[in-house]
């Protein structure tokens, strides 16, 4: 049992309440973490740290705040072995997955938004009339920030937030998941030792409505960060509305993969099996509905279908294993209860749609579930129009693009899409229609750190990524210097 502690000041201690909740590792069933069940009292002690730290943080040159975060850096790549293994156990997903794009990432955006810092340019605009000036814009840290992130990708999202808002100066107080707040403790670890003052991050574990809504609440937060469930965002985003504070919201997502009737299948099959099941599904980007040119349906149906089945589900720790399991058997649960929905309102099973049998015994009453490829479901099906966050794809049919434009653009969500085919054009025309934030050409979570990255509608507000999440931290104000009169 590993006890986890808020990191405030500096220093790691427990909640002032002095209780903890207690986690499983969802693939066991064995007692895994003890950790501090945050509230107003913990947050009321980070917002004073981070108020103090930031009198000088503010101000420390970006050189050196660029130094620190490479350092940061480092020392995640330096604890590779031991942060994927803390993320494998936490959510569910397998080690492998884990130590190739969970903590590498983490270490990237610390890197990448580093580095950024170093290359700022602010502009300038010369006045004539009615008399000559020069405005120039000045950026500066908003001072605290608060950063609530979810458990699907647990270090690789904390960091994707608390990355920029350091990099532009903010202190920060954060919450992880309480499912899954180990690797940010040991972030904190890594954070002291590369030479982070204390009090610039701080970390306040506990459940959302008890240390989460504490940090939207608090008075001294200036914006908040958040990515999850769109219900929690709505809820964050009327409340720092009521404050007058920006809140940038990364929600969920219901992301159709558009095969047309040209699309190459050797490459699109694989790829969109991969973006259906990586992590389990539970990636916001994963796809979910998959929409095929009728004349391609059969071929590729029967290809997905065996794709599927080829997938290995077993114990995270196993390198054969492709999936691991879900988060927790109450969200397994949710996501059965969709496949029912689908199968009620008409649709088939047409693969897994079960409890894997001959699991290993180690993990044999994990929370684990089969790829499953539903047929036939309703464009009406809740399946089909809510967000599943799990292994479960909806296949269906269209005959024209446009309709397959009408249907990917069919739920309250608008995260990201895929569009399949060898003809450039006509991806460039479907691009452009589709109400999404992303829009990927014949690939899936090819990331390039520096684009604007966010959802519409019901998949949020605002964006993340290179210059807009640093934009998202500051503040610009304008400075007008009288140039007098001409010579
Ligand atoms: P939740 O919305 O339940 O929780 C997200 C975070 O918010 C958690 O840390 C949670 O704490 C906290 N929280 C919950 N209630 C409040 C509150 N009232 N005030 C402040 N904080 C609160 O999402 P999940 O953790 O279940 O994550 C899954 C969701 O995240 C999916 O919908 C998925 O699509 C979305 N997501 C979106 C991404 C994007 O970039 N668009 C990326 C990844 C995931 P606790 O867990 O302790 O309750």
Known sequence: MYEVDHFINGS???????????????????PLRAIARGGAADVAKAADAAQRAFESWGCTPASERS?????????????LDELAL?????????????????????AANFRFFATAILHEASASFLTERPARALNYVLRKPLGTVGCISPWNLPLYLFTWKIAPALAAGNCVIAKPSELTPTTAAVLCDIARNAGLPAGVLNVVHGLGAEAGQAIVDCPSVRAVSFTGGTATGRRIAGRCGERLIPASLELGGKNAAIVCEDADLALAVPEIARSAFLNQGEICLCSSRILVHRTRMKEFTER???????????????AESDLGCLISKAHRE???AAIERGVSDGGVVATGGGIPRHLPARVAGGAFLEPTVLLGVPQSSACV??????????????????????????????LAASIWTRDLARAHRIAARLDVGTAWINCWMLRDLRVPFGGVRDSGIGREGGNEALRFFSDVSNVCVSLGEAL
Do not use: W
């Open 12 to 30: 790691f201690v427990p909640a002032s309440c002095g209780t903890r909740l207690s986690r499983e590792n969802p693939a066991t069933g064995a």
């Open 67 to 79: 130094r620190i975060l490479l350092a940061i850096a480092s020392g995640l790549d330096a604890r």
């Open 86 to 106: 803390l993320e494998s156990e936490d959510t569910g997903k397998p080690l492998s997955l884990a130590r190739s794009l969970d903590i590498p990432r983490a």
């Open 304 to 318: 997905f279908i065996a794709a599927a089945r080829a997938l290995t589900v077993g114990d995270p720790l196993a």
């Open 334 to 336: 949710k996501v059965l």
């Open 385 to 414: 129009q809510e967000e599943t966050f799990g292994p479960v794809v909806t296949v269906h049919g269209f005959d024209r693009h446009r309709d397959a434009v009408t249907m990917a653009n069919g739920t309250r969500y608008g």
